[in-house]
């Protein structure tokens, strides 16, 4: 059978060489190879990129979403509904206590400190009485700025009229000079005509 073959295939030796320029790939398998790596840089680019995005939402997250987070803010809703129950449980008392007035108990007070209970009274009286103005210049502290400005204006505007006045004195004075001198000289002039009437 060998033989058989060998005779309508004659056997060929070929040189590593002659294989080498057989095995040589094509222009566009060459391309397809290219953009395959191309591809496969991208999809691991995408990846990495997803792999940040998802670090990087669980770093903004972590307060939320952390155990150790959440075991405290549990904790403190733990605790405040502990704290409802008990509010829940002694309701009536809390009502009855709130019903109550308190202003007809009175404090037990050590006559050591009568002294100091009348003058924190007089004090507080006093407080009482000055509350609304207190309250007034509080109210007005946002309107500061405003007031400050108008204040500046007011004292440029003084200044201008203080300025305006004083040249308006300067004025009177020399006017004031001026008619002293043509009054003088109005006399000494009537004292020349009468004298020189007198001597005709």
């Not at 004292?155 to 305006?164: A, G, I, N, P, Q």
Request: net charge negative; proline share 4%.
């Amino acid at each position: 059978m060998f033989l058989l073959l060998t005779a309508f295939f004659p056997v060929v030796f070929l040189s590593q060489e002659t294989l080498d320029l057989t095995c040589r790939k094509g222009p566009c398998f060459v391309k397809f190879s290219e953009m395959e790596k191309m591809a496969n840089i991208q999809a691991e680019i995408n990846e990495k990129k997803l792999k940040t995005e998802i670090l990087q939402l669980e770093k903004e997250t972590a307060d939320i979403a952390h155990p150790f987070y959440l075991g405290k803010k549990c904790e403190i809703l733990q605790d405040m509904n502990r704290h409802l129950e008990a509010v829940l449980k002694e309701k009536r008392a809390l009502r009855k206590r709130l019903i109550k007035p308190r202003c007809q108990e009175s404090l037990p007070i050590e006559a050591t400190f009568h002294k100091y209970v009348v003058e924190l009274l007089t004090e507080a009286v006093n407080f009482i009485e000055k509350l609304e103005t207190h309250l007034q210049t509080v109210r007005s502290i946002p309107q500061i700025p405003n007031i400050m400005k108008n204040m500046d204006t007011a004292l440029t505007k003084t200044e201008v009229l203080v300025m305006e006045l004083e040249e308006l004195a300067e004025q009177i004075l020399k006017w004031r000079e001026l008619q002293k001198e043509v009054y003088s000289d109005s006399i000494c002039n009537t004292a020349e005509l009468d004298f020189g009437l007198s001597l005709t």
